[in-house]
């Protein structure tokens, strides 16, 4: 799973720009692009970004791990 590429997605289908996630997470506008770059986050971090975009992106990591953990057995 790609955290940043989803969290891109989801942004743009809630139809917010990178401007106005940077404003509400807080950080600054680059930040969030480099967000959408990134393999990994901080769980702080996905919980406040979680919550402003109203997505549950632990799910999707829970939903992963599912999947993996059924191919090792």
């Given amino acids: 799973m790609n955290i940043g590429r989803s969290i891109r997605e989801v942004m743009k289908k809630r139809g917010m720009s990178a401007t106005r996630l940077a404003k509400e997470i807080p950080c600054e506008r680059t930040n969030v692009y480099n967000i959408f770059g990134r393999k990994d986050i901080s ?23 599912g999947k993996a953990a059924s191919k090792r057995k």
Wanted: overall charge negative.
């Fill in 43 to 65: 769980t702080k971090l996905l919980w406040r970004i979680s919550e402003v975009l109203d997505y549950n992106f632990f799910e999707e990591f829970s939903k992963e791990y």
